[in-house]
T-cell receptor, first 114, second 110 residues
């Protein structure tokens, strides 16, 4: 049982390049999320998908797009990368449990934009 | 806007001592609070949660206390071990949205 799997684990981009971060979960969770974590800071929500077929903006959506490909997969795309997007990106999934939306996180993808 | 924050960015404790990590929140409408542990190079891992209608919940070696009067949340770790060294985040849930605080690094000295 892999849980939440993210690829790639590391990526270096030049300013203006595009890339897609992939995320898949095998727990049959309905909701999926993308967060970014900057040094010394907490996680900030970029986009989320409450269920298959829906996506919504989080706290910091600018510069990103997402696709909920199916129930298992939720991708994050940077169309034109900027140095400000250098960060560690975490994908997460959840199923409501007794009203508590407990998230299961992937191991993270470290992105550096030069 | 509403936010969740932590009092102490770094906490250093001796192995075997008890640790207390604090968190302040400002959204009185939050339904749940969760503590996550993040080890170096890994994603956050759920530790324990507490509903807003509770003031205490215990797990294995961990206890979460919620004081709604002063909007304060704490995580107590009993008999702290080297494996407890990590960054700890509190998070609040309001509706279906989870908001993280800034994190506290716990360092356990042998």
């Amino acid at each position: 049982n892999a849980g939440v799997t993210q690829t790639p684990k590391f990526q270096v981009l030049k300013t203006g390049q595009s890339m897609t971060l992939q995320c898949a979960q095998d727990m049959n969770h309905n909701s999926m999320y993308w967060y970014r974590q900057d040094p010394g800071m907490g996680l900030r929500l970029i986009y989320y998908s409450a269920s298959e077929g829906t996506t919504d903006k989080g706290e910091v959506p600018n510069g990103y797009n997402v696709s909920r490909l199916n129930k298992r997969e939720f991708s994050l795309r940077l169309e034109s990368a900027a140095p400000s997007q250098t960060s560690v990106y975490f994908c997460a999934s959840s199923v409501l449990s007794s009203g508590a939306n407990v998230l299961t996180f992937g191991a993270g993808s470290r992105l550096t934009v030069l | 806007g509403e936010s969740v924050g932590l009092h102490l960015p770094t906490l250093s404790v001796q192995e075997g001592d008890n640790s207390i990590i604090n968190c302040a929140y400002s959204n009185s409408a939050s339904d749940y609070f969760i503590w996550y542990k993040q080890e170096s190079g890994k994603g956050p891992q759920f530790i324990i949660d507490i509903r807003s209608n509770m003031d205490k919940r215990q797990g294995q070696r961990v206890t979460v206390l919620l004081n709604k009067t002063v909007k304060h949340l704490s995580l107590q770790i009993a008999a702290t071990q080297p494996g407890d060294s990590a960054v700890y985040f509190c998070a609040e849930i309001s509706g279906n949205m989870l908001t993280f605080g800034g994190g506290t690094r716990l360092m356990v000295k042998p």
